[in-house]
């Protein structure tokens, strides 16, 4: 007979073995488990956070082309499994909803030649940190990236999905941040940051998206993000964001459809873009000093969309200069305090995209610079000079191969300085 401390060793022994050989993950599985070779249509979709709206999510589904279905989540369960494949009446192969308990899981072989197969990836909501810190520098950030870029198929994502999927993210690795707060302190701890180093979706090139916002207000915390971004990188930064119930939807076009139940009800989504006029960056933005980014209240440019049934209202990602269907309003803030009024139109002709600025290097110095340059260029070529906007500000032709600038006229800040084919960003101090 086994005595009582005998019994105890063996029933500790059997639970410590079971907890160790528990997965790393859940898959929940509905449909062929026989892959269909099909090729996809490119597509990202952004949702509030709410709830899904179902005509964003045909146009996703449709996407797939009849193939498989991947949602990646970190908590939750099966919920999508049957909305996708049968509640939308969108034919695809299958859905698998493959739950990630651990970061391990971004290595198991299984889950990986599942999320490399699929056509269409879903990204939940739940916390995004558990998605950076289990994908990020992972095959699963390679296959996501791939099905966009390579493949060109459908990603999208809801709440902490969305989230993640601009050029730059809020991580939320020590947990949200709240509007007054990021105002009063643009770098306190909870003001986390990635960018260039995640989710590579056409279109989203320095741009940072925000979610639920019209429950809590996020418009506060989501215009210091674009003012970090400057602060930080140095970029012409933009944002995406949506209301609760709005979703966004870009085409292979990068033209962003707008889907909401307006005229209903306000479902609005965000377009965030400095102003092109002036100074791009904030007046301050430095640790433990309230945010100004003001510009005579015109330092930013938001076009608000109220999204209907039909997603028919839009913007051109391509130059945020083509839209439909919303309005203009300024943004600013004064001494932590955010400010906002209705405005006409920015007056930003982008003449150059954001694929150009990646363009390799020529010859220029010092950068930074107080604004006197020295530019090496062939004689006879055109050289322009442009706000980061995109605003042309001078054209002139090189007399000789090494010429001297002189921009110390301009404000400070970001400017992109292109002979030929060539494109380049300085900073003028």
């Known amino acids: 007979m086994m005595n009582t401390k ?6 500790f022994a059997l639970l410590l073995s079971g907890a160790m050989q528990a997965q790393s993950y859940e898959s929940f599985f509905t449909g062929d488990e026989a892959d269909l070779d099909v090729e996809p249509n490119f597509g990202v979709v ?14 996703f589904l449709e996407r797939a082309n009849g193939g498989e279905v991947v949602v990646l989540r970190a908590s939750g369960s099966d919920g999508y499994n049957d909305y996708f494949f049968s509640d939308l009446g969108v ?11 651990d970061a391990s899981a971004a290595e198991d072989p299984y889950v990986i030649e599942q999320v490399q197969h699929a056509e269409a990836i879903w990204m939940a909501g739940g916390n995004q940190w558990d998605y950076i810190s289990y994908w990020r520098g992972t095959a699963i950030e390679d296959a996501i990236n791939n099905l966009l870029n390579v493949r060109g198929g459908v990603v999208g994502g809801i709440s902490a999905g969305m989230a993640i999927m601009g050029d730059a993210y809020f991580t939320a690795e020590n947990g949200t941040v709240y509007s007054d707060e990021a105002l009063e302190d643009p770098y306190n701890q909870y003001m986390t940051i990635g960018f260039n180093d995640f989710i590579e979706a056409p279109f989203m090139e320095n741009t940072i998206t925000d979610t639920h916002y019209d429950d809590p207000d ?38 962003a459809w707008c889907y909401g139940e307006a005229p209903e009800y306000d479902d609005y989504v965000y377009f965030l873009r400095p102003n092109c006029d002036g100074p791009i960056g904030p007046e301050v933005c430095e640790a433990g000093q309230p945010l100004t980014w003001n510009d005579n209240n015109e330092a930013m440019k938001v076009y608000r969309i109220n999204a209907t049934f039909d997603g028919d209202q839009y913007m051109n990602l391509n130059n945020w200069t083509d839209f439909s269907g ?28 954001v694929s150009d600025f990646a363009n390799a290097e020529f010859a220029i110095w010092p950068n930074p610079s107080t604004g006197v340059l020295n530019i090496e260029s062939p004689i006879g070529t055109q050289i ?30 970001v400017y992109l300085i292109q002979s030929g084919t060539q494109v380049t960003r300085v900073l003028i101090e």
């Not at 989501?222 to 085409?251: N, S, W």
């Not at 042309?392 to 007399?399: A, G, H, R, S, Y």
């Open 326 to 353: 919303g309005e203009w309003f300024n943004g600013w803030a004064e001494a932590g305090v955010l400010g906002g009024a209705a405005s006409d139109a920015p007056d930003c002709a982008v003449s150059i995209t």
């Open 384 to 413: 322009s000079i442009f706000h980061a906007s995109g605003k042309v500000i001078q054209q002139l032709q090189t007399m000789s191969p090494i010429q001297q600038l002189d921009l110390s006229d301009l404000a400070s800040g």
């Open 218 to 255: 996020r418009a506060g915390r989501h215009t210091t993000f674009l003012a970090r971004m400057y602060q930080d990188y140095g970029v012409y930064p933009k944002g995406i964001a949506c209301d609760e119930y709005a979703a966004v939807c870009i085409d292979d076009a990068g033209i």
């Open 91 to 101: 034919t695809i192969n299958s859905v698998e909803t493959i739950l990630f308990n």
């Open 46 to 59: 952004l949702m509030g956070g709410a709830g899904e709206n179902d005509e964003a999510m045909k146009w």
């Open 6 to 11: 005998s019994l105890f060793t063996w029933m």
